[in-house]
């Protein structure tokens, strides 16, 4: 059964940047599909923050995190990766990731996400 298993969370300074990995498991022609991070801010619903297909020529980013986040995936270790730099507060939140198709998530089982919050 394919499932998500988020991790590289933690406590991080503004301005500072991190990383969080996503494996995603049991797929099989991973290539096929858009992966996508969402993220879910304290008191707001989950929103997507960037995704990418496997052939690189195909991105999405939230406004807010342009130039500042990248996604990559390694699809041979079926990770998808999420790179922040210049974390600000408004980043802290609960990170997912999923598979999408017409931006909306393909899997209805979440992943338990994984936490950065981001410290002033």
């Known amino acids: 059964q394919v499932h998500f298993v988020e991790s590289g969370g933690g406590l991080v300074q503004a301005g500072s940047s991190h990383r969080a990995s996503c494996a995603a498991n049991a797929f099989s022609n991973l290539e096929l599909y858009v992966l996508a991070w969402f993220r879910e801010a304290p008191g707001k619903q989950r929103e997507p923050v960037s995704c990418l297909n496997s052939g690189y020529n195909m991105t999405y980013y939230l406004d807010s995190v342009k130039g500042r986040f990248t996604i990559s995936r390694d699809d041979a270790k079926t990770t998808v990766y999420l790179q922040m730099n210049s974390l600000q507060p408004e980043d802290t939140g609960v990170y997912f990731c999923?598979?999408?198709?017409?931006?909306?998530?393909?899997?209805?089982?979440w992943g338990q996400g994984t936490q950065v919050t981001v410290s002033t």
């Open positions: 999923n598979a999408v198709k017409g931006g909306l998530p393909l899997y209805k089982s």
